[in-house]
């Protein structure tokens, strides 16, 4: 009775705690923060540390930062790298969320990345709970992922997803409200990203920073042969000369650039495709492949996979959000879906 009382008070949370970027969702009101998973601390002379900036403001100054002061992103390879600034962004999204409207011992539910031990996900619920939640759900990725994506998930009749985030893609299979087969690997936007820094390099002598390759993958990158291949110029330090300079990048270079990455992709959607049972290999080949995250933009990848798996791939509407909307959703049927999704 008192819960219900107090449930009728609060607002509560659905949160995407991604690698890359954490959404935050308000029942009732939709998405209301969207913000790069980064937080810039400041070090005072005490060796103290005060939180300078979270999200956008954060990633902004990566790369860009004095001495004192570090720009973090805490997970990494859809792993938590650092649990106190996890914890910190954690609790700044929550209260952000909190100051928009007046509520009071929210329940929360969290998508975290598939592969999380369970030491992180108990940091997860905690940082939560310390934030002032009420109850803390945690759901996995592919499944929000599905249920972002608008697939029929309780039927008895399988879908599959590919989430392709910053730092891991998953790969899930989904049949009557559960996951029956699913694969993650720690290969996503980051080590995209990464490659195009090293590409550029070794083909160019050119030295980059990752959100330079970021930036380039963004605006000319595709997977995919285009009628016609775009052009960019790039500016960065000469590895030799030590000299400033810029060079013209086109999209076939960043194709070649992430060619590696886009295999492993590619092998793992194959890995989880041979082991899928035969009563469910119908469903797959009727409805499809449903590509969703961010890693989803890249032009051409629907193709690319297509071509490599000989399935129909289609492009979630908005793969950034799909994640986040899955999670709104199950928050919606929180009641309902209480026993199966969830893991307290
Ligand atoms: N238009 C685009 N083209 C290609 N890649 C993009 C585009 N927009 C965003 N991305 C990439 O998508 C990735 C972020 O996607 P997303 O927000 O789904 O990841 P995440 O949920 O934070 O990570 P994870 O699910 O691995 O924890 C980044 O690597 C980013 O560079
Ligand atoms: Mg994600």
Do not use: W
């Not at 609060?10 to 998405?31: H, P, R, W």
């Not at 990494?76 to 409207?101: C, N």
Request: proline share 4%; charged share 25%; aromatic share 4%.
């Amino acid at each position: 009775m008192f819960k219900n009382i107090l449930g009728a008070f609060s607002s509560d949370l659905a949160i995407d705690l991604g690698t890359a970027n954490t959404l935050v969702l308000v029942k009732g009101q939709g998405i209301s923060i969207n913000e790069p998973s980064v937080v810039a601390i400041q070090y005072d002379k005490h060796g103290q540390e005060h939180i300078l900036a979270v999200g956008q403001e954060a990633k902004d100054m990566v790369g860009k930062t004095p001495g004192n002061i570090k720009a973090i992103r805490p997970m990494k390879d859809g792993v938590i790298a650092d649990f106190h600034v996890t914890e910190m962004m954690i609790r700044y999204f929550i209260e952000k969320a909190h100051k928009r409207k007046s509520f009071f011992s929210p329940r929360i539910i969290i998508c975290v990345p598939y592969g999380l031990t369970q030491v992180e996900r108990k940091a997860v619920k905690e940082s939560a709970m310390n934030a002032g939640a009420r109850y803390v759900y945690l759901i996995e990725e592919p499944m929000a992922a599905a249920i972002g994506a608008g697939l029929p998930i309780r039927e008895p009749n399988g879908n599959l997803v590919v989430d392709i985030g910053g730092g891991t893609t998953e790969i899930g299979v989904i049949s009557l409200g559960g996951l029956v087969l699913s694969k993650s690997i720690r290969v996503a936007g980051d080590k995209i990203d990464a490659s195009i820094t090293d590409y550029i390099k070794k083909r160019f002598n050119l030295l980059v920073g990752d959100r330079v390759s970021e930036e380039l993958k963004i605006k000319i990158g595709t997977a995919s042969q285009l009628p016609e291949e775009l052009r960019t110029i790039v500016k960065g330090r000469d590895q030799v000369e030590g000299m400033l300079t810029s060079v013209e990048i086109s999209s076939e270079d960043i194709r070649e650039a992430i060619k590696e990455p886009l295999k492993e992709i590619g092998e793992a959607l194959k890995s989880v495709l041979e082991k899928m049972p035969p009563d469910l290999a119908g469903d797959i080949v009727e409805n499809g492949i449903v590509l969703t995250g961010g890693g989803a933009l890249i032009r051409g990848l629907d193709k690319y996979l297509s071509d490599l798996v000989k399935l129909p791939v289609y492009v979630a509407e908005d793969p950034l959000l799909a994640v986040a909307k899955g999670t709104g959703r199950a928050l919606d049927e929180i009641d309902l879906l209480q026993q199966t999704a969830f893991e307290d």
